[in-house]
């Protein structure tokens, strides 16, 4: 009996090892198959992180346009060939694109200062002549 108990107690443990192996076996893989998702996911947070920035850089860049493009129409075609809802979006551009600017001090700022600054003065100008 104890040879058959010793034999049985071996095959036994011997498949408890085995299975237990499996399982570790398994775990690391799914541990695998985990970090390579994770990395995965990293990778397209950051090119997701990319596009923001570069969509963000884009709508500063327009907004300087039409700031720099208003101020141009004003000045060479008059002040109040414009209605208020552009003075307004203007305006509305004109704060974006210092927003961008403040939270980004390595974009090229500056190039708007002069027009902002004309565009505002013209504006309060009309707003209090009743011309807008």
Known sequence: ???????VGFILGGSFLTFLQFLINRHDNKQDKNDA???ALNTLSDRVG?????L???EAVLART?????K???????AES???EYYEQTLDDIQTYDQFCSEHPKFANGRTKAAAKYIREVYDKLT?????
């Open 1 to 7: 009996m104890n040879t058959w108990t010793t034999i």
């Open 128 to 132: 209090e002549e009743h011309k807008l």
């Open 72 to 78: 141009d129409e004003i000045y060479n075609n008059g």
């Open 66 to 70: 039409h700031i720099l493009r208003f």
């Open 82 to 84: 414009h209605s208020l």
């Open 56 to 58: 963000d850089q884009r």
């Open 50 to 54: 990319k596009i923001e920035n570069t």
């Open 37 to 39: 998702v994770l990395s």
